[in-house]
């Protein structure tokens, strides 16, 4: 099996609803390091698992539009936990839907899977890996 | 799959038996970073893997109990190679027995698993992973 | 010249006001690793630079106020552009005072300056010294 | 399931053919830092994984040979992209080779498995997977 | 003194010529990390060393000109040892000529001094300093 | 100014005397990454600050004479305490003198300084610089 990565980074706010989350209740924010990557069992006829450059601006174009928000405010996640391993979720969910839809090449419809990495900070990360 | 990850660091002092270990039969030590690992199918209501002040807190606790000693010298390890891979197995087996325990909160007993990654040095780490 | 350095790190939100922020100017946040610096040109009787484990707390301490809020509401930064390096100034300066309130110990009162950096992300970081 | 990773680096130059490649289809070059990783089941008599002197001595001795070259002129690489999931696979199976023919000693016949992660920069990595 | 720092990276293939550099006289290549640092000591009526969407542009823009290329082939380096020390000499100078130029806006002319550093893998790397 | 950095790890057992030090007064031990840093004026005529093999090799054997030991047995060092800060001063020093020695090569005695610093863990570090 291989594997490739790119990595993004991501800076918004938000708060937490629940005791769980101590003082995170509180609106504060985050930058995630967003590490994306794309399993084939394979490479392709150019000995690749993705074509990088589409795989890198379809990422950045999808952390982009979550960039530099409040995203208690985003309509998407009304009355939702944007916790780290949730995130993780909406990007590899966005993605899967991107690579379904074609946008990083024919190629890209013969991976296996897609996992995200969101670093919180140098000491917490959480992650969401799924099929394609 | 969800996964979320804490890290916590540990300064021991251990030599090991066997020529296989060469200069590293002599007393000497490390610097630990270890990185605790927790799995689950799906998130909880709270959109977490895990309480992770409670995670931490018992990650913490597991390496103050070998933290600033001789491993040499703990009952626990007599006769035994405290090796990178085995210390993460400890930790790990540590880390199991608290989620039986219900130290890390009701929804930890929907865990799937649990990994555990020993970094000795910025060249070399080592990691166990075991189901719970 | 002798350093010693202690890593924490922050978690909030805030807006910035100028069209230089570009999208920055909506509310967002930002994780900030914190890496406080104190130097000293001769160690002392201990051979140490500062108690760093005195240090470490006054650091956890001067972090856990900012921690978790959205900086526009605190009064303290009441109009202020909470930039990284402005950041970097504010707990470098909150260090120096603790510094001459001797709550690092007598011996911190021969440091020579502090350093502070904070990294907004794996791509940009920011730095303030100053004498003491 | 244990594993254990070691890290060398690897400074190469070479071209890609492919429009997919877009400037990268100059001669340019690559630091790679090439993270080996050695799985199995259980730990051996000595509590390791595998000889991690061995191990390194051998990984070394294979990036050696691919080291301060230019892939292009490389007889095992004519007319193949030698991209950085593609070198992951011909580190791994050089590995795997020298581990059949007992090179890591005879423990290492017992490995489940390997892996090998190339990071062409702090953005971007590859790997590879593969049984023994 | 306030500092701020951006990071882009580089690839490029390259020789060396003299007996000091060992298999490095062959043609080989680098991905070289480049972190470009400002200094300056005050803060501008915006709390900002430097605009550093205009920074990271102008380090983008120079980083670009030298990436996915075999520096042996640029007349700017004919008959020079690109080795790491220098060419963090070449990005620091060619951004001074920007900052003098005016790329960097008003507010970078009151820049102290620039730094920039190269990693050329995770056991080594070089900078130049310089006043502006 | 110039500077060339290459970095080693070392691995130690020992104990601090002093209740400054809390439970490190008890026998444990440390991994520290070893970051050797020259400084000069002006490159030479190969381009570079110092022969970047030699130097490798140099800090090499200065980390080998103290590694896989217990530094409260080592004769130089008995009655003191091994702190970071003061591990990073005798590598220094011991740098210092090999560079007086000419084991640098020629050029090295036109290095302007050395600093050397230790990471003991991902949150502590420290460094000591001397001139030459």
Do not use: C
């Not at 800076?11 to 930058?31: D, N, Y």
């Amino acid at each position: 099996m291989f594997t490739v990565t790119v990595r993004e980074h991501l800076m918004i706010a938000h708060s937490f609803h629940g005791e769980v989350f101590g003082p995170a209740q509180r609106l504060h924010g985050a930058t995630y390091l967003v590490d994306a990557t794309f399993q084939r069992a394979e490479l392709d006829a150019d000995n690749v698992v993705v074509d990088m450059a589409l795989a890198a601006t379809e990422l950045r174009g999808i952390v982009a539009a979550l960039s530099y928000r409040n995203l208690d405010e985003d309509p998407d996640f009304a009355g939702t936990n944007t916790t780290t391993e949730f995130l993780a979720k909406v990007i590899a969910d966005r993605l899967a839907d991107r690579i379904h839809e074609g946008a990083l090449g024919e190629g890209a419809r013969e991976l296996a899977g897609i996992a995200v990495k969101l670093h919180e900070s140098h000491i917490a990360w959480a992650s969401y890996r799924r099929a394609l």
